[in-house]
């Protein structure tokens, strides 16, 4: 299966930044074992490559690893070096666009008005990021006229709303602090917490 179907076969992408490195394996961990198969870390964390190879190293193909808060070219190509199998934006730059499907990855800009989100497909996006996700009622107002971009709502996303952004159209789900908050002690305790927490969401998309 192609790393786009099983995003949105998944749907969730846990978002990890700011986490510190030697963390990484063991919060992967903990959202596996709560049914999360996405995983996003972000380069503007410690040590973010070692992190994502640290992690494609510990699951293989079991657990789907990308980049967030790509901001460049060269930023794109050492993320896909290091095993990086989509990169994700939080803005349209057109040339980590073309970077990415250069190099023969997913590609995920971020957007946030009409013309946004329409620029980044036609210049190439698999999916666009919608961020901030305001509501489900955004998400729907932009399928209306743009049924054909697929959609992936980012921010403000719980159990109890997510069921509402994907009968909107939404045809996945970024989700950060909600799923790992890394200002919080790394404990056993707390990695309970994050596959609680995971299993919540899962079920939630899946009730």
């Given at each position: 299966?192609?790393?786009?179907?099983?995003?949105?076969?998944?749907?969730?992408v846990?978002i990890?930044?700011?986490?510190?490195?030697?963390?990484?394996?063991?919060?992967?961990?903990?959202?596996?074992a709560?049914?999360?198969?996405?995983?996003?870390?972000?380069?503007?964390?410690?040590e973010?490559l070692?992190?994502?190879?640290?992690?494609?190293?510990r699951?293989g193909?079991r657990?789907v690893?990308?980049?967030?808060?790509?901001?460049?070219?060269?930023?794109?190509?050492?993320?896909?070096?290091a095993?990086?199998?989509f990169?994700?934006?939080p803005?349209?730059?057109?040339?980590?666009i073309?970077?990415?499907?250069?190099?023969?990855?997913?590609?995920?800009?971020?957007?946030?008005t009409?013309?946004?989100?329409y620029?980044a497909?036609?210049?190439?996006?698999?999916?666009v990021?919608?961020?901030p996700?305001?509501?489900?009622?955004?998400?729907?107002?932009?399928?209306?006229?743009?049924p054909?971009?697929?959609?992936?709502p980012?921010?403000?996303?719980t159990p109890?709303n997510?069921?509402?952004?994907?009968?909107?159209?939404?045809?996945?789900?970024?989700?950060?602090?909600?799923?790992?908050?890394?200002?919080q002690?790394?404990?056993?305790?707390?990695?309970e917490?994050?596959?609680?927490?995971?299993?919540?969401?899962v079920?939630?998309?899946?009730?």
């Amino acid at each position: 299966m192609s790393t786009l179907s099983r995003i949105t076969e998944e749907k969730i992408v846990a978002i990890i930044r700011g986490l510190n490195p030697s963390y990484g394996v063991a919060v992967a961990e903990a959202l596996y074992a709560g049914g999360i198969r996405i995983l996003e870390i972000t380069m503007n964390s410690d040590e973010p490559l070692s992190v994502i190879r640290q992690i494609t190293d510990r699951f293989g193909d079991r657990m789907v690893v990308g980049a967030g808060t790509v901001l460049d070219a060269d930023m794109a190509e050492v993320a896909v070096a290091a095993g990086a199998r989509f990169v994700l934006s939080p803005i349209v730059a057109v040339e980590v666009i073309r970077k990415a499907k250069d190099l023969g990855v997913v590609s995920i800009p971020g957007a946030y008005t009409a013309t946004e989100i329409y620029t980044a497909y036609k210049n190439g996006a698999d999916i666009v990021k919608v961020f901030p996700a305001t509501s489900p009622a955004y998400i729907r107002d932009i399928a209306g006229p743009l049924p054909q971009i697929p959609l992936l709502p980012t921010g403000g996303i719980t159990p109890q709303n997510i069921k509402d952004f994907k009968h909107a159209g939404a045809v996945g789900f970024g989700i950060g602090s909600a799923l790992v908050d890394t200002k919080q002690p790394m404990t056993s305790r707390y990695f309970e917490q994050i596959t609680e927490r995971a299993r919540q969401f899962v079920d939630a998309i899946t009730e």
